[in-house]
C-alpha cells in the first residue's frame, strides 16, 4: 500500500500580506504594483556584501491601475488570454515606468510549462535581446506526471487556442537569466508559481514560472544551473516565491499529488475541504534549501482567494500579474 504524503497543517494568517526578510518590501507605486524591494538591506544569506555588490529590486504586480476591461480588469499583463493588445501594451509601459525602465528593456517569455532556462543578453544602444543556447531540461527520476482532470494550474492553464496577441520576445521558455543591468526580467503568473531570484554579489538574477508540470520537473533546480552558468554562487543567491495558489485551494486527485511529491517532496497538502492539494511553493522552497539556498522567501499571498490578485482557476478568462526584477544601472 502506497503511503500518504505528509502534509503541513495550515499556520495562522496563511495567505495574507507579504512576508519580508530583507528582501521584500511592501509599498504601492501607482499602477496596482505591490511588494517593491531591493538587496540594500540584504538576508541573511548576504548579509555583509561589500562594496562590489549589485543592487537588485523586485516587483510583483496587483489587479489594480491599469487599462484593461473586464474579465482583465485592470492591470492585465498577459499578452496572450484574449484581453485587447493595446490595453496589455500600455499595462505593459506603465510597469516599466514603475521601474524606472523603458518598455523594451524588459523581457516578456511565452511561457510553456516546462523547464527550459534561458540565458539573455541586452544591447542598450539597439534594443536587442541575445539569447544564448539554454540548458536542456534534464530527466527527472519519477514516473510521467497527467495532466490533473480539472482546470488550474498545468497544461490547461496555458494551452488555450488564442494567438499571441502581444509577441514576446523570448518563446516557449519558463525561466530568463541574466547578468546585465538595466535589464527587466518578467514573469506572469494567475496561479502558478512565480520565482525572482538574485545573487547580488556576482550580478546575475533571474525570473521563473514554476507551474505543477514544471515544478515537479524541476525547473527550479534548473535555475540554479543556468543562474552558477552565468558566475552566481549558489550559496549567494536568494529567491523570492511570489503570489499563487496556496496547498489550502489547489485540490488535485490524490494519484496526481502522489505523483507531484513523488518528483517534489514537500509539496503535499490538505485543503480546506479536506481533500488531497499540493502546495508547490513548499515544495520548491524546500528543492531551494536542499540545493544550498538560504536565502528562500515566500510571499504568502493565495492568487485564489485575495480579490485583488488574478486566478485562472478561480475565474477563467482573466489576467495575469506579472514578477519583475532587475539590477538598475
Given at each position: 500500500m502506497?503511503?500518504?504524503?505528509?502534509v503541513?497543517p495550515?499556520p495562522?494568517?496563511?495567505?495574507l500580506?507579504?512576508v519580508?526578510?530583507g528582501?521584500?518590501?511592501?509599498?504601492?507605486?501607482?499602477?496596482?504594483?505591490?511588494?517593491?524591494?531591493?538587496s540594500?538591506?540584504?538576508?541573511?544569506?548576504?548579509?555583509?556584501?561589500?562594496?562590489g555588490?549589485?543592487?537588485?529590486r523586485r516587483i510583483?504586480?496587483?489587479?489594480?491601475?491599469?487599462?484593461s476591461?473586464?474579465?482583465?480588469?485592470?492591470?492585465?499583463l498577459?499578452g496572450?488570454?484574449?484581453?485587447?493588445?493595446?490595453?496589455?501594451?500600455?499595462?505593459?509601459?506603465r510597469?516599466a515606468a514603475a521601474?524606472?525602465?523603458p518598455?523594451d528593456?524588459?523581457?516578456w517569455?511565452?511561457?510553456v510549462?516546462?523547464?527550459?532556462?534561458?540565458?539573455?543578453?541586452?544591447?542598450?544602444a539597439?534594443?536587442t535581446?541575445?539569447?544564448?543556447a539554454?540548458?536542456?531540461?534534464a530527466?527527472?527520476?519519477?514516473?510521467?506526471?497527467p495532466?490533473?482532470?480539472?482546470?488550474?494550474?498545468g497544461p490547461?492553464?496555458l494551452r488555450?487556442e488564442?494567438?499571441d496577441?502581444?509577441?514576446?520576445?523570448?518563446?516557449?521558455?519558463?525561466?530568463?537569466v541574466?547578468?546585465?543591468?538595466?535589464?527587466?526580467l518578467?514573469?506572469?503568473?494567475?496561479?502558478?508559481?512565480?520565482?525572482?531570484?538574485?545573487?547580488?554579489v556576482?550580478?546575475?538574477?533571474?525570473a521563473?514560472?514554476?507551474g505543477?508540470?514544471?515544478?515537479?520537473?524541476?525547473?527550479?533546480?534548473?535555475m540554479?544551473?543556468?543562474?552558477?552558468a552565468?558566475?552566481?554562487?549558489?550559496?549567494?543567491?536568494e529567491?523570492?516565491?511570489?503570489?499563487?495558489i496556496?496547498?489550502?485551494?489547489?485540490?488535485?486527485?490524490?494519484?496526481?499529488q502522489?505523483?507531484?511529491?513523488?518528483?517534489?517532496p514537500?509539496s503535499?497538502?490538505?485543503?480546506?475541504?479536506?481533500?488531497?492539494?499540493?502546495?508547490l511553493?513548499a515544495?520548491?522552497?524546500?528543492?531551494?534549501?536542499?540545493?544550498?539556498?538560504?536565502?528562500?522567501?515566500?510571499?504568502?499571498r493565495c492568487?485564489?482567494?485575495?480579490?485583488?490578485?488574478?486566478?485562472?482557476r478561480?475565474a477563467?478568462?482573466t489576467g495575469?500579474?506579472?514578477?519583475?526584477?532587475?539590477?538598475?544601472?
Amino acid at each position: 500500500m502506497t503511503p500518504e504524503p505528509a502534509v503541513t497543517p495550515r499556520p495562522a494568517g496563511s495567505g495574507l500580506g507579504v512576508v519580508g526578510v530583507g528582501v521584500v518590501g511592501v509599498g504601492v507605486v501607482g499602477v496596482g504594483v505591490v511588494g517593491v524591494g531591493d538587496s540594500d538591506d540584504p538576508p541573511a544569506a548576504t548579509r555583509g556584501v561589500g562594496p562590489g555588490g549589485h543592487r537588485v529590486r523586485r516587483i510583483f504586480t496587483t489587479r489594480r491601475g491599469g487599462v484593461s476591461a473586464a474579465p482583465f480588469d485592470s492591470f492585465n499583463l498577459g499578452g496572450a488570454v484574449g484581453d485587447d493588445p493595446a490595453a496589455v501594451t500600455a499595462n505593459r509601459a506603465r510597469l516599466a515606468a514603475a521601474a524606472g525602465l523603458p518598455p523594451d528593456h524588459v523581457v516578456w517569455m511565452r511561457q510553456v510549462h516546462g523547464t527550459t532556462v534561458t540565458p539573455v543578453t541586452f544591447a542598450t544602444a539597439t534594443a536587442t535581446v541575445t539569447v544564448s543556447a539554454p540548458i536542456p531540461a534534464a530527466p527527472i527520476p519519477a514516473a510521467p506526471i497527467p495532466a490533473a482532470p480539472t482546470a488550474g494550474d498545468g497544461p490547461a492553464v496555458l494551452r488555450i487556442e488564442l494567438p499571441d496577441a502581444v509577441p514576446e520576445r523570448l518563446p516557449d521558455t519558463d525561466g530568463i537569466v541574466t547578468a546585465a543591468t538595466g535589464v527587466g526580467l518578467a514573469v506572469l503568473v494567475a496561479d502558478c508559481v512565480p520565482m525572482l531570484a538574485a545573487d547580488p554579489v556576482a550580478g546575475v538574477i533571474a525570473a521563473v514560472h514554476a507551474g505543477r508540470r514544471g515544478a515537479a520537473a524541476g525547473i527550479a533546480v534548473r535555475m540554479l544551473e543556468q543562474m552558477a552558468a552565468a558566475g552566481a554562487s549558489v550559496a549567494n543567491v536568494e529567491v523570492l516565491l511570489g503570489p499563487a495558489i496556496c496547498g489550502f485551494c489547489y485540490e488535485v486527485p490524490l494519484q496526481l499529488q502522489r505523483d507531484v511529491v513523488a518528483a517534489l517532496p514537500g509539496s503535499a497538502s490538505t485543503t480546506d475541504r479536506g481533500t488531497p492539494g499540493l502546495d508547490l511553493r513548499a515544495g520548491i522552497a524546500r528543492q531551494l534549501r536542499a540545493a544550498g539556498v538560504a536565502g528562500v522567501v515566500i510571499d504568502e499571498r493565495c492568487t485564489h482567494t485575495d480579490p485583488e490578485l488574478f486566478s485562472h482557476r478561480k475565474a477563467a478568462p482573466t489576467g495575469r500579474l506579472a514578477g519583475l526584477i532587475w539590477m538598475p544601472n
